[in-house]
């Protein structure tokens, strides 16, 4: 079993940085993928970044040059470092433990409660 508790979202202006962290508690965690989604009302959740347990990261087009996904395999915690803001970034963003194979991350249930992020123009 694993709780995921997500922090740090806000609001910002344009152009602006955030960093969300997420915090977890369960075993295994320092095997575990993990990864951060992103939604907005009436929306299918987005993936945004994942990281591997060997520190592999992957972003979304949307977001590469901009966030950076990491960890923190002794405080059992994952960060995604947001820089030039956008409103287009604007969402829930939830953390997430996974598995990743062949190149692509596969979500188990464990999800935190999300973290608000509003980016104002």
């Known amino acids: 079993q694993v709780q995921l508790v997500e922090s740090g979202g806000g609001l910002v202006q344009l152009g602006g940085s955030l960093r969300l962290s997420c915090a977890a508690s369960?075993?295994?965690?320092?095997?575990?993928?993990m990864a951060w989604y992103r939604q907005l009302p009436g929306k299918q959740r987005e993936l945004v970044a994942t990281?591997?347990?060997?520190?592999?990261?992957t972003y979304a087009d949307s977001v590469k040059g901009r966030f950076t996904m990491s960890r923190d395999n002794a405080k059992n915690t994952v960060y995604l470092q947001m820089n030039s803001l956008k409103p287009d970034d604007t969402a829930v963003y939830y953390c997430?433990?996974?598995?990743?194979?062949?190149?692509?991350?596969?979500?188990?249930?464990?999800w935190g409660q999300g973290t608000q992020v509003t980016v104002s123009s």
């Open positions: 990281i591997t347990s060997d520190y592999s990261t």
């Open positions: 997430n433990a996974g598995s990743t194979g062949g190149g692509t991350y596969y979500p188990y249930r464990y």
């Open positions: 369960g075993s295994g965690f320092s095997i575990r993928a």
